[in-house]
């Protein structure tokens, strides 16, 4: 498969239409953004399964947030053939709790596949790689691990 400019630009969308859904608390929509037997992984040894399985866990998941900012840079895409793309991404994410506890911050990066479908480009798999964070609810995340430095 050759990326086409066309394709370039349908998921670079797709990629900032999910951070757009997520602040807008649009988590219902996002059967725009997912493909049916898509698997996305926020935390190690719990990969979510299935469209309807991801849309329950991230409307639960925005439950206890009152804003949030997500924001993409330092996309790069490449071709992986059946009708495929894998892409890279630079990720900033505030999050504003409604429980007034300090805001959470992330910076990561996700590291998808994108496949095409009838309805247009859609997310088959998401994991996401934090590269660090403040104040942010989770303890346990896929940490990056820098060649030749300790991961601690």
């Known amino acids: 498969m050759t990326l086409t400019f066309h394709d370039d630009r349908g998921v670079r969308d797709l990629l900032a239409r999910y951070c757009v859904l997520l602040d807008a608390n649009r988590t ?14 926020f935390i190690p040894g719990t990969t979510i399964h299935g469209l309807a399985a991801v ?3 991230l409307t639960e998941r925005m439950r206890p947030v009152a804003a949030t900012s997500h924001h993409l840079s330092n996309t790069v895409l490449s071709e992986t053939g059946d009708g495929e793309v894998a892409a890279t991404s630079y990720l900033y994410a505030w999050h504003r709790y409604r429980d ?7 910076w990561g990066h996700y590291e998808d596949v994108a496949r095409r479908t009838t309805g247009g480009w859609r997310l088959a798999r998401r994991t996401l790689v934090v590269h660090g964070m ?6 346990e995340m896929h940490m990056l691990h820098r060649l030749g430095h300790d991961a601690g």
Do not use: Q, W
């Open 134 to 139: 403040e104040g942010f609810d989770r303890p």
């Open 55 to 57: 849309i329950a866990h």
């Open 28 to 41: 219902d929509e996002l059967g725009e953004i997912f493909t049916e037997d898509c698997a996305v992984d």
């Open 100 to 106: 007034g506890r300090p805001d959470g911050t992330v």
